[in-house]
Structures are given as C-alpha cells and as structure tokens.
C-alpha cells in the first residue's frame, strides 16, 4: 500500500499527461494500477468500479496495437500486468483478426506457452467464443444485461459466476433460437425464465410434449426446443415456483397444474373450481388422497347435490362431522352409505332410515300415506310372495304406485282362486312396443326371433344418427370436418360451396353460442379453416367478447360496436403508455364489415378532442378509412383548423397516392356507376357507351357535373330535334318486327315516340330513345331495343338481322346481346336495363358482365350478383323484352355463351380470364347446372391459358367434357412439347398420360437431358404409370448412346436393372433380365481405367437383391451355405445369346469389378458374374473353396495344382500371426497367445481333431492369402474357428442370428480358447460397439454379484469365495485389461456398467418396497439376482428343482449392495479411464460422492478406502478424506497397500492435509509422514511451525527494529530453534544437505538472536533499572531489505554475528563499509581484532576503508582517534606502493617517515612514485 504522501507524489508526476499515456505506461510497467484507476476516476468524477471498464478498453486497444505489429511478448507482458487472462484475449484476437497470417501467428504463440494445456482448453475458448458471437448479436439483451456483463468478451463470460452464464444462455436462447446452446440449459432456469417473463404458450407447450411422450404420440415432428421439452421432465420445485411467481396464469396452465396437484392460491381453496380442474384433466382417480382432505361434504351439501355426498370420495367420517346441519338428512345419508341393500337386513335398516327420515321431515300421518313405496319396502321386508302381493296390494295405498297397476289389473281379472302367472317377455314387447313376436314367428318359419335379426331391427328399430355438431361439441373438429365431407359425398356425390358455406355458418353459430367455452371456440375456427374459410371477423368478435364488457341485451350490431369502441377508450385512458392494438384492430375489421357503413368514432373523437393528430393520421392510414369519416370529425376538434389542414391533407394524399387501393374504393365505384348511369345517360347523346369509365373518373377527379362535361361536346340540338319530333298523333303500338323495320326506314311523319325512336337512330343519340319511352309505354320494349342498338354501334346489324329473321324475335335480340358481348360493350348492355327495363332479373348478368369487364372487379359484391341471377332463373323468372320464354336448360345455355364470349373477348390478359372465371367458380354455378363444368374450366385456363389464345380455341366448344377441343388442346401441347401442360390438363381431363410421359422422356432425351433415376421414379408414382415404361425407356437411353459415353449407358443399364429389381417384374418379350446385366457389365468392362480419376464421382457398382435387401439389413453378415448362394444367385438359370470375347483389359477390369464386389460382400453378384464370363479371380476361387471346405463339401487333396502352389507359398509364421491378431489385427489376439499358458495341460489330447486343426490351417492360410472379400473370407474362418473350439457344426453356428446364443454357448461350456472365441463371435457377426458394451457390462456385472451370496454351491463355502468371480478364466481385477481390449468402444463399456449402478438404486427401492423406476438394466440385474441368489441342491436334478421351487432367494444386505456399487463404479472407472472419458469420469465421481455420504452413515469405512484408492482420483474426492477424518478413521488409509497405489495415495494424503487443513491437521501429517517415511515432508513441517512462530515475534517487535525482551520471548525462540533442529535431522535423513544447511543458518540466526536476548535481559537484571520500562535488543529475525541487513551490520552486529546473519539471509557483507563503520568512525577497537580472527584482510579492503573516510570526511571533521584508527589498518597493508600511497594522502608522517628510512626506500625511489603524481582521491 502506498502512503499518502506517496500517493500525492505520484499523482502530480502525472499532471500534465493525457490520460491514455499514463494507462499504456502503468500496464507496461505492471505499477500503479489501481492508483491509475484512482486518479482518473476522481477526475472524470466517476466510481472506480465504472472507469475500471474503460481502463480495460484502453489497455485492449493497446494491446491490440501490439499484436498487430507482432510484439507478442511485450502484449503478453502487459495482460499479465493488468491481471487479465492471456489466452483468453489472445484467442479472441486470433478469430477477430482479418489477417490470417497475423492469427496463426497469434496461435502459435499460444501453443508455444504451454502446448499440452492449450490442446486441453481450445475446445472451450471456441464454445466461449461462438457465445460471444451470439451475443453480440443480441443486442437487446446486452443492454438489457448490461450491469451483469458491460463488456462482452471470452474472459468477460469465464469469469461469470455459473449461475449467472446459465441465465444468460437461456435467454440468448430465447432471443436468437441458435439450437446448439440446448444441450447446455437447464430446465429449472429455462421454467424460471418463461415463468418470470410470462411465456404462457411456452409453458402450455411445455406441458403438451410431456403429455404427446406419455401417450406415445409421435405423429407429430416435434422442434428441438419441444424435444428437450419432452426429456425435462417437470420437478415440484419447478411448480412452486411458478405458483409464486406466475401472474394471471391461463386456463389450460392452471389445468395443468391441476393435474400434477398443484393450484395456485386463488384456487386451492375453492373447491368447486379444483374439483372442475381434476374432472376437465381426468385425473380424479389420480388425486384421491387430495379430494379427501378437501371439504367435500360440506360444500355438496351446502348446495343440495345429495346424490354426489353417496360417492366413495365422500368419507362417512365427514358426513359424521357435518350431523348438526340438517340432521335427518344427513342421518339417512349415512345409513345409505353404510348399509348394503343386497343384504335383507340392510335392505329392512335403509327402509326404516327412510321411513324415519320422512317421519322428521313431514310432519303428519297423512304425510307418510303419501309415499306409498314406504308400504311396499316394508312388505318386502316380511318374505313377500305372489299370493301376499295380491292382498297387499288391495288393502294399501300401493294403487298410486304406477307399474304395480297392471299386477293390480290381472289378479282382478283372473280372480283370487286363479293360479298366479307372470307376463312373458312376448306379452311385454306387445304391451309396450307393440311388437307380435308370435305372429312373425308364425309368418316366418325356421326363421330366428331375435334382436340381432337384421330384418326385424330394419323395421322395428329406431335409428338414430349423429351429425358433425356432434363432434364438434366433443372437440374433435378434425374428424367433424372429414365426417361432413363423407356424408355431403354419400348424399350428393359432390362438394359445393355453398354446403362447405352452410357448415362454417353452423359452426359460427355454435362458436357464438358458447363463446364461454374456449377449446369449443378453437375447434370450431379450426373447422372453418379447415373447410378454406377466413374466420378473421368471428375471431375478431370473439376476442372483443371476451376482453371487453359485454353490451346491453338487445343492442344492434353498430351499437355493440359502439360500446366496444368505448370500451377500448376508456382503457386508453386507464394505462395511456399501452395502446390496445389488438383489441381496436379488431373492432376496426368488424366495422369494415358493417353493411350500415359506420364505423367506430369514440376512439377518433378522443384523439380529436386532445389534437392528437399523429394519432388519428396512423388510424387513418392504417386502417384506410374514408376521409368523410374525417370530415364527421371535425366537429370534435379542439383546434377545428388542424382537423381541416389534416382533412385537406389527406385529401391531396388520396387524390394522388391511394388510388391504388382498389378493394377499399370498390363500394364507392360501384355507388357511383349505379348512381350517375342515368345522368350519363341523358346527358351523352353519342358516345355513352364508349365514355363511361372516362366520364366517371372525371367527374371523381374534377367534382364537376356530367352536364357541364359534355356541353362542350354537343354536336346536335336536342331541344330542336324534340321540337320537330313532337305531334299531336295518337300513340301507335309496334306490333311485330316487320312493322318496327317499316316504321324505322319510312320517312313520313308518325307519332311523337316514333319520331323520336327514328330521330334517334339518324342522329344517333341514345336521349331521344329515353324520351320516346317516357311518352310511350306501350312501346317500351322497341324503345330499349332502339336505344341499346344506337349506344353499342349495332344498330346495321339489328337491321340486318330483324329484315332477315321477321318472325324470330327472340333469334335477334339473343344476336344482339352476343354481338354486344363480343364488342366489349357491356356498358350499353347494362345501361339499357337499368334505364328501360330495372325489374329484369337479367340485368344481375348484365352487371356482373359489367363490373368483370370494365372495373375488373372480382370481389364477393360482384359474384353476389350472379348468384341473384342464377336464383331468378331457378325460379323462372328471367325473361327478356321482345323474347319469347326459353326453358330453363337453354336460358342457361345462352347465358353460359355469353359468360364464355366474355370471357374470350373482353380481358386483356390470363390473368384477368382467371379471376373471370374463379369468380364464376366461387358464385356456385356448378350446384345448380351441369352443362358446363367452370371448375374444371379454371383449372385448364391456369394450365393453358396462353396455348388457349394461340391455338384458337372455341369457348364455346368447351362446354362438354369430352369435346374435341379438349383432345386437340392436349396434342397441341405434347407436339409444342409443353409435357407439364399437357400432362396437368390430361389429369384434370382423365386422359391417358403414358404417352405424354415417354414423349416427354424421348424429347428430353432428344435434348441431351437425362434426369436422375430418382425423378423417374417419383413420375411414375405420381402418375401411377406401369414400371415397364420406364425399363423400355431407359433402354432407348442406352441404346441411343454413342459408344464414347459408355459410363453413361453402363448407368442407364444399371438403372433399368434397378427398375426390375426395385418391382420385381418378371421377364417379358420387352426385355431380357440377364442379357441387360451382360450388356451392362460390358459397359463397365470397357471404360477406359485412366479415365476414372478424372470423373466427379466413382462409378456405381450393381448389387444383387439378396445384398440390398438382406444382407445390407444384416450388416453384410454371410448367413447362407455355399449352396444356398448358388441358388440366390441363379447360375443354372443364365442364358447370354451372343457373348463377347474379352480383351485382357477387360479381363483385368472384369477381375476388379469381382474384387471390388467382394469387398463389398456381395459372393451373390460375384458368382453371377463369374458364372457369366466364366472367369474366375483367385480371391474368389479361395473363398468359394474356403466356404466348401468348412462346409465338407471338399478337402484338400481337390485342391488344383496351382492352388496347392499358391497355399504351399505361405510362410509358417504366418499361421500363428494370423490366430493371434485374426485378420484384422486386432488387440483380442493378445489375448489368445496370454491365454495359450493356461490350456498346455491339454496339448497332448486331440481336442480338436487334427483333421479340424489342419482345415483350420489351410482356412487361415488362404485367409492371410486373400487379398479382395476379406470381410467375406474372415467370416468364414472366425465361424469355422468359434465352432471347432465350441465343438458344434459349421453351419450351425454360421446360420446363427443371434451372437448372443454363442456367447451364451462359451461363457457356460469348457471350451479351448474362450476369450478367442468371444473375439471370434464379436468380430464375425460384426457386432456394433454398443451391443458388445451392453454384453460386456453383462457378464462383468454377473462376476461381481455372484460372490456377495453366501452360498453357491452346497460343496463351497463362504470363506472359499473370492472376491470377484472370474470370467472366461481370467480375474477381473488382474485381468481387466484383457477385457477392455475386447470392446472397440470401452466409454460405452462404462456406460453399461452405470446404467446397472443405477439399477442396483431401484433394486434397493425395490426390496425395501418403495416407488422405484424399472428398466432394461434393472431387469437384467434382477435376472442375475433371481439366478444366483436361490441356494442349489447338487443331490440330484429332481431334488435340486424341488429346492429351487420351495427355496426363498437370499436378500442382499445393503452392505453387500454397497459392496457390488463400489466394484461397478471401479469397473466404470477403468473402462472411462482408458479412452479418457471426462464425461464418464465426471459421471463416476458423482456417483462417488453420493456413494461416499451413504458409506459414512453405514460406517463402512473400509468400502470408502476401496472406493478411493479404486477409482484413484485422489484430488477430485477428497470428500472421502473428510469422511474418514470426522469420524477419526484416518488410519485406515495407512494400511498395507499395493507400491503403485502407496505412492498415489501418499501424496494425495499430503495435498489434502496441506491444502484443507482439517482438524488436527499437523497431528495426522506427520502421522502420514511417519508412515511413508517422509522426511522431507516432516523437516518442511518444523520449519513451516518454525515460520509461524517466528512471524508472530516479528509481528510484536517494536519500531527501529527491536525486540522486547521477555520471557515468553525466550521461550518461543527456543522453540524455534528446537523446530529447526529437528528440521535439520529430517532434511539429513532425506539426503537433502543444502536445505539442511539452510536450516542450519535459520538455526543459528535464532540462537543469535536468543543470545541478543539473554544479554538484555541480563544487562536489565545487572544495571538495576527499573523493571517497569521493558528491555528492548536489537531484532536480527525480522531483515526483510538490504538496507535492513546493512543497518544491522554497520551499527549493531558484532563480527561473528554479521557472518550468521549473512548465512541466514544470503546477503553478502561489504567489510570496508562495516570496518569504516565500527572500527574507524564508532571506535569500537575490538572489532578489528575480531575481523581478523574470523577474515583474512587484504589491501582492497583497506583502501575501500580510506575511500570512505576520504568521502566521510567531506560532510565530518575528523578527529585523532580516527587518524588512529586508520593508521593501525594502513599498517597491515602488504603493498608497500599502496601504503605509500594511502599514508601520504591521510597525512600519516609516521609511516611516511618509517617506509623512508626502512630499506623499502630504494624501492620506492625505483618507482619514482609521489614526485610526478598528484595525491588527491580522484586519482585513486
């Protein structure tokens, strides 16, 4: 710490320096840090903890800078200086880094540090890393986080606490979905945070995958997120804190909870509401014990359910409780439930109950006669019979009762004396079903009489049958939907839309009427989605219902809309910071539905009213509402001008930039065209038809009138033509067409309308038509006729028409409309009935015509029309002027024309021609006619729309299905080769589609585009197409392939065979199965081999179906003899026609594709193949021979001559190479040859045979020869090898499935060779890793059950057992290597073996009958248990199967368990310990230290010495210590122990004693010390005690460097001294002789400072003084600096003390220092002596001497003594030069004058030495 006058001196050094230099100059440095950090915070006038961050943002950037010019050792420096983590920030640099050299250069740096460690940890700097990454990209979340982790990088996230990193990685989950952080949450603080949050679906969903795993629901492809859902499974702690934290939890959360038994506090004491949650989640059975305890009783009975208080959940003990309420009742309640009315005296108790009941609670005799079932209980109480009954009944008042009047009725009728009789079951179906049962027996004889009798149910039996309500009421709105579809296409063949509209409109109605029930609401949306309807509005509706207050009753539709509105605004106004969005979205749709047009102002007006016009500009913007809406609101304005500026504003946006948005304006289009056609009308005089649409869009643009438009335009005088028109003639009536056409071509005068009607027609102005219909009624018809013919320009044509056809008026005017419709004009059409003729029901057709064709509206208003048209003509009431009734067939045909002439003539585009129709289609045309399918005629317009106008198709033709035109429009598009058109329009047309298919095949192929086989594939499927198709084409394929591409023939080939395969298709006159194979193998025979390395991708090779179909499912196992594979491969059956003679390249590539099946394991295609080209490749010449000789089919002696050549070239060591290593080298063959010693004994008997030893032989000498199927040849020799020692047949064991048969087999049978043979059997079966592991941990699990019974056997007693049985002959202790050798995966091993740990848990459970958890491991485990825990009887096998039948299975005590958990846990230990498993050994050690604490409370501490020094992990379970510590069992860790385990032990007892320092530490140190004979440890120890007591003396010393002197001083250095003694003995007998004389010096250093002691206190004790000042010696103990040492050496210490104290601290003494000192200046005069006694002096030391006195003097004035002093040290020095010297320059006369007159005069005049040389201290 500094001082404050430091701190101040080094805070104004840094005045003056900018802040960034003065942080990179301290991190260099590594000083001042915090002082740094002190200042700038004070400065700046923050907190330190704030600056901090900063502080390490300069340093980075800094470092940064240092990095990138390479000065990787000055950045190390500085981290290292600033505390922060090297690799952490090196790392990060490296990946942030662009420049690649710049990283690796970075890595490498850290790789150099320290290489093990940083392999170690680079896997967790790069998690780190990716974490750092991702949130970086969360930003939300670090700000949100920001106080946990300001700074975000790799050290930032290590140092984190873990519970911290946790939280934070659940939400970096939750904020960026990245699914690798999965495996590294928790569920508890995944629950905690979707509970603090208020992710109600989360949690809902949470629930819904636990429930979909319990009830095997798997249909479902669950997310990642829902899979960990389904492993976590819910813990109580995980609901009670949700009930604490959870606000306004949903209802299907809180059913949740219900289930699990838990509820949240404003239910739990409600009893009707949990009693409704357990009874909606069915699990009152469940929580039986939780229905008890609550007040059931009372509260049924409070509210009159007397019925429920009989159920079983309603103890008799409450209802006993509840006696004081309502007493008689609850007296009989209790009789009920207590007595049993099947029992007479049960039955005669309730019915007194009852009587007694009524008696207290009807007052009255007369009361009682009013319950006559009271008379009959107690007649039946008295033995009643028939004869009684007849009396009785006559006597009482048993008439009211009204099934006993018919018994009443026939003893009346047949008298007293009458013999009783019962009715017969056919008297009462007469009597009450009126069913003659007699009588239809007598009708049909020999037929049954029963109620399964079809006929008789038909007639008789009332049927009833549910609809789809039904299962919508039962929330199964899925099956609803699929049961209404059936039953709509039973009843009528056919789906329309408007049944599909009549079910949501059901649905709707249902929704609405339980709108309290939600799962009923969901469903019934579900099913009108389901059915392609929007339930936007009803969900809409339902969501204001249930969030809103409900309106009053009765309240209109705009009302409820309204009150809503309302509603939403004074929420508004309650929490003004939340704008209800949803709610007022969706009252904003509701009122856009609104027919009246009003929509919801009590939100605008609030908004108005406090000038919130940004608001109000958002309302009207998103939800577009109309500016009048606006203008309504200016009113409430507070500021009436910023409502006209917003109006004028928005109506300059809409003028310009809403135009667009057509569906919102379509209302007000079609208003307008309705409202202004009859202005249009009059106004235009010759262009009405041809500017409508302009004219409308003028007059909305400019606001201006129609008249005021088209004066302009005028081009006659109306009112002169009216003028000449007009006469006082009276009316003509136009009787028929000839009259009409001589009336309009005469030119005399006739009546006012008919001049009119002429003037029209020669001026053409449609007005006057107008006009002559309004003076002429009777004429109306010819007026509209005038009229429509002048405004469509067909006026020539009608006159054509009308002179040709007189008498068929209908024919013209039909001809008219249909010109008029091909025109486009549909304007006049729609004009001239709105004007002449509004009540025709034709004019619904003519508006639909007009709103498709010239507003292209396709709304709902529009097909709203056609379907008012197409009910008038349902009804008949459709006609047209001047036209003769049609039937409604060829009415609908004309109109159906039309539809298609519009459709051909008045659209631009497809498009527009598909909404056409789609909107035809959606008007349900199709559920009233049939002549026309428009459905059908959408879909071919989708498909081949343009090929539709290029060809020229006649709509009109397309009215039947099977017209021409359809066929030629399907040719058309196979011909243009647009196939998926072609093939589209035939499906839809059921066309055949083979031919398009393989024409789309050929052209593609034509094209040079193969797909792959997989798309044939799928084609075919798709079109469900025969195989044969596709054989045939691929044939074509490789037929037409030139021979240069012979790999892509040899696919196409292959790929046909794989056809025929795939389908089994069966040989025909279209191909020949082996002739494609040949052909196809040829091709592969002829590719060029240098060319392969070249291709992309190996060529595929062809396998047989026996290999793709079984063996591939068999792990390409061989199971079939040799036989068996002849006949799979069908070698008598080929037939080639032509074969070809190979080349020797094709021999050699031939002999490859043989290897290379072989290889792969297919012998069926290999001998096909050979069989083919008969060739035959050695590899496979040897295996077939290896497969007849271990079969004995041959021997060998049938060996060839070359074959004998070939095994004769076999080396003999190889046979022994091969049995130990098998053929894949593997470990297992060290097995074999370790256990070759324990089978010698048998080497003299012929087991096996040597018949079987030499096949052997010979099997593994042409194994070790193969060099292609060596997984084939390994088979057969491993089979072979596991049968001989096995001593079973070959095929036998080769036919074998299952491995675990023949492990079976050699674990029980005395077999040669078991481990060989266990590795045989793995190997040859190709056994997975797991299945080896599960079998392994087995029989490992089974030697250590075995011995903790008492008894195996009769003949064996407990002290003979061992303590782990052996396995396979091999000692599991001794031996395990051996073991984790047979396994390739020794992890999975571990596994297993923890897996029966956990077993052995449940096991426990299971004994002491406690809830345990079955699985596979615990059923084995129990197997194992129940095997060899019932004690055998050798006598004889009858009386062992007696015994066993009778014998109880011994128990095993918990010791014992405990004993099998610790050998299992070493087991496991050793398997994760050989592939270095952390996973596993952390598993382990967990277990471990549950295991430990239960050890303890058992006081087994002889397990826990087991457990520890088994698993050996000393550090990591140093709980064990602790354990045997408290309870004082640490000697049992100094017992007789193995040299591998004491040494690992010794030191582990020696790191947690140093480390932990538990009670009684020294004590058992050296205890354990003494033990190991460890004496450095020891010698360590005393001079550790030594230590300790010295730096509590030096922490008592006073100032300047002194001691009080004390007894307890005395006391305490002797000890210490005493300590390093006993130090030095230790280091000695250690042969540690540098740290005992270290010790030595220590020793010395305490017995001077003990002396110094003494002497004080003597001096006090001699001196007298008083004994109430303390005594004070200098301290030599406490030197900490050099000047400290100096001080003590220069002023205090005397020569001898200066030596020890040099010793002791290693410093060195400057003696001239120490003379000049003590001797010259302090004139102590026996210091010199002692110098000289103990150093040898020298002239250097002297001359220092004078140099410092030279230097003293300058500061001092001398005196004599000094002069002195110094004389006696020149005097000893030895050169006479130097002496010279030095006494002149300090004046000594004296020994000047003695050198002169003594003979070294001589000498000193040779040197010529003080006459030229000045005498002054620099020049010496």
């Known amino acids: 710490m500094h001082s404050d006058k430091a701190r101040n001196k080094i805070f104004k050094s840094w005045s003056g320096i900018s802040e960034v230099s003065i942080i990179k100059e301290v991190a260099t440095k590594g000083e001042h840090i915090d002082l740094c950090m002190e200042y700038w915070a004070g400065k700046q006038k923050i907190p330190i903890s704030e600056y901090r961050h900063y502080f390490y943002d300069v340093v980075h950037a800094y470092v940064r800078r240092l990095l990138s010019e390479r000065l990787v050792c000055k950045a190390d420096n500085v981290l290292h200086n600033v505390d922060r983590d090297v690799k952490c920030f090196f790392y990060q640099y490296a990946c942030e880094c662009n420049d690649a050299d710049l990283s690796e250069f970075v890595l490498d740096h850290l790789r150099c540090r320290d290489p093990q460690l940083f392999k170690q940890e680079q896997t967790v700097l790069e998690y780190y890393w990716s974490l750092v990454q991702q949130f970086r990209e969360c930003s939300d979340l670090l700000t949100r986080r920001k106080a946990l982790l300001p700074r975000v990088h790799i050290e930032a996230l290590m140092t984190l606490p873990v519970q911290t990193l946790q939280l934070l990685l659940v939400e970096l989950y939750f904020a960026n979905d990245n699914e690798s952080l999965l495996p590294e949450l928790k569920k508890q603080l995944v629950w905690q945070h979707l509970v603090d949050t208020g992710q109600l679906g ?116 409450a209802l006993e409780q509840l006696a004081g309420e309502n007493e008689p009742l609850v007296t009989l309640l209790i009789d009920l439930k207590t007595h049993d009315l099947t029992e007479r005296e049960g039955f005669e108790l309730m019915s007194q109950s009852v009587q007694s009941y009524l008696e207290r609670t009807h ?111 039962q929330h199964r709105s899925a099956y609803a939907v699929y049961y209404f579809l059936m039953e709509q296409l039973q009843l009528y ?528 499927e798709q079109h469900a197409l025969p195989p044969a198709i596709l054989v045939n084409f691929l044939l074509q394929a490789g037929a037409q392939q030139p021979e240069s591409n012979l790999r892509r023939r040899y696919e196409l080939l292959q790929s046909a065979l794989g056809v025929i395969k795939q389908h089994h298709l069966f040989p025909n006159e279209c191909f020949d199965r082996d002739q494609i194979e040949y052909d196809m193998v040829m091709c592969y025979l002829q590719l060029e081999p240098e060319t392969e390395p070249e291709q992309s991708t190996p060529v595929p090779i062809y396998h047989s179906e026996y290999f793709e179909q079984i063996m591939q499912q068999e792990r390409c196992v061989l199971y079939k003899s040799f036989s068996e594979l002849k006949e799979l491969a069908g070698i008598d059956d080929l037939s080639i026609a032509n074969k070809s003679k190979l080349t020797p390249e094709m021999e050699q590539r031939l002999n490859g594709l043989l290897n290379l099946l072989l290889d792969e394991g297919d012998i069926v295609e290999a001998l096909r193949l050979q069989e083919l080209f008969e060739f035959r490749p050695n590899d496979l010449r040897f295996i077939v021979f290896a497969m007849a000789l271990a079969e004995g089919m041959t021997s060998i002696v049938n060996l060839s001559s070359k074959e004998r050549q070939l095994l004769s070239d076999i080396e003999k060591s190889a046979f022994p190479k091969f049995n130990r290593l098998t053929l894949n080298q593997n470990p297992l063959g060290r097995c074999s040859s370790d256990m070759s010693g324990s089978c010698s004994t048998l080497e003299f008997e012929e087991i096996p045979s040597k018949e079987k030893q030499q096949t052997l032989e010979t099997l593994l000498g042409i194994g070790s020869k193969l060099k292609h199927g060596v997984e084939l040849g390994r088979r057969i020799v491993l089979a072979y090898r596991a049968a001989m020692y096995l001593d079973k047949e070959y095929l036998d064991v080769l036919r074998t499935k299952d491995a675990s048969v023949l492990l079976k087999s050699a674990a029980e049978e005395e077999c040669l060779q078991r481990l060989l043979v266990v590795s045989d059997i793995h190997i040859s079966t190709r056994l997975t890793p797991k299945e080896i592991a599960e079998s392994l941990a087995l029989e490992l699990t089974t030697c250590i059950v075995r011995p903790r019974f008492y008894i195996f056997h009769a003949s064996q007693q407990p002290r003979n057992a061992p303590r782990n049985a052996d396995l396979w002959g091999h000692n599991i202790d001794r031996d395990f290597h051996l073991f984790l050798e047979l396994t390739p995966n020794t992890t999975m091993v571990g596994n297993c073996l923890l897996e029966y740990c956990d077993a052995l848990k449940a096991y426990r459970r299971y004994q002491d009958k406690k809830p345990y958890e079955s699985s596979d491991a615990f059923e084995r485990l129990s197997g194992i248990i129940t095997l060899y825990g019932l004690p055998s009887n050798s006598n004889n096998s009858s009386s062992t199967n007696v015994a066993s039948s009778q014998a109880i299975p011994q128990v095993l005590s918990h010791k014992k368990q405990n004993q099998i958990y610790v050998e299992l846990l070493i087991k496991a230990n050793l398997c994760f310990v050989h592939e270095c498993s952390m996973e596993g050994i952390a598993s382990v050690l967990e277990r471990a230290k549950q295991l430990n604490g239960q050890l303890a409370k058992a006081k087994s501490w002889s397990l826990i010495v087991r457990l520890l020094i088994g698993i050996a992990r000393y550090r990591e379970m140093f709980y064990c210590f602790d354990s045997l510590i408290e309870n004082e069992q640490f000697e049992s860790l100094l017992g007789q122990f193995d040299d591998d385990q004491k040494s690992g032990l010794r030191q582990a007892i020696l790191g947690y004693l140093r480390e932990y320092n538990p009670k009684n530490g020294k004590e058992l140190l050296r205890l354990a010390a003494h033990h190991f004979l460890m004496y450095k440890e020891l010698a360590e120890m005393w001079s550790g005690e030594a230590q300790d007591v010295l730096d509590t003396v030096i922490s008592a010393a006073v100032e300047s460097g002194k001691l009080k002197c004390s007894q307890m001083l005395q006391t305490s250095l002797q000890q210490v001294l005493e300590n390093y003694t006993h130090a030095t003995e230790n280091y000695l007998l250690d042969n540690k002789l540098i740290l005992a004389q270290q010790s030595v010096a220590r020793a010395e250093l305490v017995a001077m400072q003990l002396d110094l002691c003494n002497k004080a206190l003597e001096k006090r004790g001699g001196a007298g003084g008083s004994h109430n000042s303390p005594s004070l010696c200098v301290s030599v103990i406490g030197v900490q600096t050099r000047e400290q040492f100096r001080e003590l050496v220069n002023y205090q210490l005397s020569v001898p003390q200066t030596l020890i104290l040099s010793r002791a601290y290693g410093y060195d003494v400057s003696w001239s220092e120490a003379l000049l000192t003590q001797f010259v200046v302090l004139q102590r005069r026996n210091y010199l002596l002692e110098y000289r006694c103990h150093q040898r002096i020298n002239d250097n030391v002297i001359e220092q001497v004078v140099k410092g006195y030279i230097l003293y003097t300058q500061s001092n004035a001398p005196t004599g003594q000094q002069q002195e002093s110094l004389g006696q040290l020149v005097e000893h020095i030895r050169s006479v030069t130097l002496k010279y010297k030095l006494a002149s320059i300090l004046g000594l006369k004296m020994i000047v004058m003695s050198l002169i007159n003594d003979q070294t005069v001589h000498y000193l005049r040779d040197t010529n030495y003080g006459r030229n040389e000045p005498h002054n201290v620099p020049n010496m």
């Open 202 to 317: 989360r949690l809902r969903r949470w629930f819904w995958c636990q429930d979909a795993t319990a009830t095997a629901n798997t249909t479902t492809v669950l997310l990642p997120l829902e899979q960990a859902y389904v492993a976590w499974k819910i813990e109580p702690v995980m609901f009670e804190y949700a009930l604490e934290h959870l606000e306004q939890p949903c209802e299907p959360l809180r059913n949740y909870f219900a289930r699990a038994g838990y509820f949240f506090a404003t239910e739990s004491s409600n009893v009707s509401t949990v009693l409704r949650r357990l009874s909606t989640m069915q699990c009152l059975e469940q929580h039986k014990e939780l229905i008890r305890r609550l007040p059931l009783a009372r509260h049924l009975l409070e509210r009159g359910y007397y019925s429920l208080l009989l159920l079983d959940c309603v103890p008799i003990s």
């Open 363 to 473: 007052n009255g005799a007369e009361s009682l006669q009013e319950q006559p079932l009271l008379t009959f209980f107690d007649f039946l109480c008295h033995e009643p019979s028939v004869q009684a009954l007849e009396g009785f009944l006559s006597s009482s008042n048993l008439s009211r009762v009204p099934y006993l009047k018919s018994l009443m009725t026939r003893f009346e009728r047949h008298g007293s004396n009458s013999s009783p009789a019962l009715p017969t079951a056919h008297e009462l179906f007469y009597k009450f079903k009126q069913v003659n049962l007699d009588a239809l027996a007598a009708l049909n004889q020999g037929e049954m009489v029963s109620f399964s009798n079809p006929r008789l149910s038909q007639r008789y039996a009332r049927k009833a049958q549910l609809n789809y309500t039904h299962y919508l009421k």
């Open 493 to 1020: 063949g056919q789906i329309t839309r408007t049944q599909l509209f009549h079910a949501c409109e059901t649905a709707t109605q249902l929704a609405l009427q339980h709108a309290g029930d939600v799962d009923l609401v969901t469903h019934c949306v579900a099913c009108c989605e389901m059915l392609d309807f929007d339930t936007q509005t009803l969900r809409s509706f339902l969501h204001l219902q249930r969030r809103l207050p409900a309106p009053r009753t009765g309240s209109t539709h705009s009302e409820q809309l309204q009150h809503w509105d309302r509603a939403i605004v004074q929420q508004l106004q309650d929490a003004p910071a939340q704008f209800p969005l949803e709610s007022y979205t969706a009252l904003m749709r509701l009122a856009s539905r609104n027919l009246q047009g009003k929509w919801p102002s009590a939100m605008l007006q609030h908004f108005a009213a406090s000038n919130d016009w940004w608001q109000l500009l958002l309302i009207f913007q998103y939800f577009d509402l109309p500016l009048s809406e606006l203008h309504q609101l200016l009113p409430h304005f507070k500021c009436r001008a910023l409502g006209v500026h917003l109006l004028r504003a928005l109506s300059y946006d809409s003028s310009h930039e809403r135009q667009h948005k057509r569906a919102a304006n379509r209302q007000t289009r079609r208003s307008d065209g309705q409202t202004n056609s009859s202005q249009e009308t009059m106004t235009n005089s010759s262009h009405s038809s041809g500017l409508d649409a302009n004219l409308q869009q003028l007059q909305r643009d400019s606001g201006q009138s129609m008249c005021s438009l088209l004066t302009h335009n005028a081009q006659q005088d109306v009112f002169a033509i009216v003028l000449c028109s007009s006469n006082n003639l009276p009316d003509e009536c136009i009787g028929n067409t000839s009259r009409f056409v001589e009336l309009m071509q005469s030119s005399s005068q006739q009546c006012t309308s008919i001049n009119l009607l002429k003037h029209c027609v020669r001026h053409q102005m449609p007005v006057l038509a107008v006009l002559a219909a309004t003076l002429s009624e009777l004429n109306r018809d010819w007026c509209w006729l005038v009229w429509f013919a002048v405004a469509s320009g067909q006026w020539t044509q009608l006159l054509q028409e009308a002179t040709r056809s007189k008498e068929q008026q209908s024919e013209y005017v039909w001809t008219l409309i249909r010109g008029v419709v091909k025109d486009g004009q549909v304007n006049a059409l729609l004009h001239s009935f709105c004007i002449f003729q509004p009540d025709c029901k034709f004019v619904h057709l003519c508006r639909f015509l007009q709103l498709t064709a010239q507003q292209q509206d396709f709304s709902d208003a529009t097909i709203v029309e056609l379907r008012h048209f197409f009910c008038s003509w349902s009804q008949e009431a459709v006609h047209l002027p001047l036209c003769a009734p049609l039937g409604r067939k060829q009415l609908m045909q004309r109109c159906i024309g039309l539809l298609l002439m519009q459709l051909q003539s008045n659209f631009d585009c497809a498009l527009q021609q598909q909404k056409f129709l789609e909107c035809i289609c959606r008007s349900d045309v199709g559920d009233i006619c049939d002549l026309l399918d428009f459905c059908l005629l959408h879909k071919i317009f989708g498909v081949a729309a343009p090929w539709i106008r290029q060809l020229g198709i006649d709509y009109e033709q397309l009215v039947r299905r099977d017209s021409v035109e359809y066929k030629r429009l399907v040719d058309a598009l196979t011909e243009a080769k647009a196939y998926e058109e072609a093939l589209q329009l035939a499906t839809l047309l059921q066309l055949p589609l083979a031919d398009i298919v393989y024409a789309k095949w050929l052209a593609e192929l034509e094209a040079g585009q193969l797909h792959r086989h997989e798309e044939y594939e799928r084609e075919i």
